[in-house]
């Protein structure tokens, strides 16, 4: 079963204050079920980023990622949501897995990125998407489709949550992402659905 690398990219802003703990919770859960429920290797890069820092975590094995608490997650400051989906995407380009999936999960827009723009960002998206990245994004408000497609995301690939719902968010992509990490390499037909296209029997539209 072929290696996957998944980035995760979690908005650290002084706006997701008001769910820190949601947040934290529903994180933990999420790699807890890619510990326990996937059959394959899964590395995990996360990049919690806010106008005051990047921080960058870099696992090669999944069951060595640690929890999240409200020491590692302190929400702050601004949204550099570009540069920070930058530094994820660097880091994928030099993994070694074959299959790859880059995660993006905010509440707002983008506001004070400093090295990288819009056009970059959606080119760079479009370009691995071609490559065979899944690439997904979480948003929490309205037009959270919108805001996807603005960086080549596409709304099957979106899901737009209201904010106390963050876990319910978590929830649908650890269920996702258990799915594509243990499908079958050469099953052609769950290669081309959507990754959200179904949970515990459950459309997601």
């Known amino acids: 079963m072929d290696w996957v690398d998944v980035a995760l990219v979690v908005d650290m802003s002084g706006s997701m204050g008001m769910i820190r703990d949601e947040t934290i919770r529903g994180f933990n859960r999420y790699i807890k079920s890619l510990k326990s429920e996937t059959r394959g290797n899964v590395s995990i890069t996360t990049v919690l980023f806010n106008g005051n820092q990047v921080t960058k975590s870099r696992y090669s094995d999944v069951k060595n990622v640690p929890d999240l608490d409200c020491r590692s997650y302190v929400p702050d400051g601004t949204t550099p949501l570009y ?6 995407i660097n880091t994928l380009d030099v ?19 400093k090295e990288t723009t819009q ?21 929490a408000g309205k037009d959270s489709w919108g805001q996807g497609m603005t960086i080549s995301v596409s709304a099957q690939d979106t899901i737009e949550f209201n904010k106390d719902d963050i876990g319910v968010a978590f929830a ?17 037909k769950t290669s081309k659905l959507p990754f959200f296209h179904k ?7």
């Open 199 to 205: 949970i515990d029997g459950l459309t997601v539209d």
């Open 119 to 139: 056009s970059w960002v959606q080119d760079a998206i479009k370009n691995r998407q071609n490559s065979g990245w899944v690439v997904v994004y979480l948003g």
């Open 83 to 88: 540069d920070a989906i930058r530094s994820a």
């Open 95 to 113: 993994s070694d897995g074959k299959k790859k999936i880059l995660v993006i999960l905010t509440d707002g827009y983008e506001n004070s990125s």
């Open 172 to 188: 649908t992509l650890a269920c996702s992402t258990v799915n594509f990490v243990n499908s079958t390499d050469d099953n052609e």
